[in-house]
């Protein structure tokens, strides 16, 4: 995921990822807006990577970081979080409408 691109200077992250390994990232500012070019950051080696918001999205909500199918396993903190329940491109909006946790 990581890639070469540097932040602009003072920019502040639009989403965090814990782990390499995870599918999904959480918005950490308001007011996503589809079509955004966020800043990612990998905070457990502090890698950053850029991806396109493809929904309004709110905070704390999760994104794609690739395409995922239904049937494909949330991954969070690389931890899985969840089962997805119906297609998200990468970019997309994570939540109850298409993720259910396996916690119950």
């Known amino acids: 995921m990581a890639d070469t691109s540097k932040p602009i200077p003072n920019e502040i992250p639009h989403l965090l990822v814990h782990e390499e390994a995870d599918n999904v990232g959480v918005v950490v500012v308001e007011g996503l807006t589809a079509g955004t070019d966020m800043l990612c950051c990998i905070t457990h080696d502090n890698s950053t990577f850029r991806l396109t918001s493809g929904a309004d999205v709110p905070i704390g909500h ?5 395409d995922l199918k239904a049937g494909d396993t949330a991954i ?9 329940t119906a297609d998200i491109p ?5 939540h109850t409408h298409n993720c259910k946790t396996k916690r119950w």
């Open 62 to 66: 999760k994104i794609a970081l690739t």
């Open 76 to 84: 969070k903190y690389g931890e899985d979080i969840g089962k997805i």
């Open 90 to 94: 990468k970019g997309g909006h994570v």
